[in-house]
């Protein structure tokens, strides 16, 4: 494929053009078995550090790595390494579904809430025509259901299977369950469905441009200004590897 993966803090992320992301995107599909698609911000990142949890396994598994933080840009930089392009999620989840369009493929939809949910659905059928919508279920559900989605999902075999807000698991829900499905690609963005169901508001360009959309989710959640924190972590680890010049 036409990426290259480095290590950031001993995190892989992959480097992936823009023009490249249709050739990329159709060679995932054409692989056998359950494969996973990952934005990854700087919060991820740090988490995924941990040798011994399943994130960080799930990272290295994944067919396809996408940075979502402008942190994680500069640090590549600073590292010396050669520099990802960094990704809007929204573009990003757009420029996808465009791709699966193009190629006759089809979607399956999980999460949200069922009003959101359909309104959803209805929205990417009217934008997205030639992609067929071979599913959907709602997020938050009861861990008893589980077992009927997972079977769903496998039945219909989609060529992508699009998570959203109320899948607990986030990233790790396809990773865990992999051995489950047979050849789908599944990939994880909490605002897809609240943003195709025009419930809520995608970040501007501008605002993500600048490196400035946690601005958003701190106005959402106030808590999350101790973010600050590992933020310093992450600045002390970027300093301490390229000092010491340890092979990230």
Known sequence: MA??????LGVPVDVCNNEDLENVILEIIAKPGTKQIIFLSIWDLLKGRNQKKDFCQC???????????????????????????R????????????IMESHYKSLYLLGGH???????????RETFPNLAIVGRYVGYYP??????????IYKASPSLVLLSEGIKE?????????????????????EAVGIFSERIKRVSEKTFDKGLEIWSEIVRNPLKLFLVFPFIRYILLLVWYRIFKKSA
């Open 59 to 85: 990272l290295n598994a994944a067919d396809l790595i996408l940075p979502v933080s402008k942190s994680i840009i500069w640090g590549a930089k600073f590292l010396k390494k050669s520099v990802p392009v």
């Open 3 to 8: 990426i290259e993966r480095i290590k950031l």
């Open 143 to 152: 861990r008893s259901i589980e077992p009927d989605i997972v079977q769903a």
């Open 87 to 98: 990704y809007n999620p929204f573009n990003a989840v757009i420029n996808i579904l465009s």
């Open 114 to 124: 069922k009003k959101s949910l359909m309104q959803a659905e209805r929205n990417v």
């Open 170 to 190: 986030k990233n790790l829900w396809p990773y865990v369950r992999r051995n489950n499905f047979s050849q789908s690609i599944f990939l994880y963005y909490r």
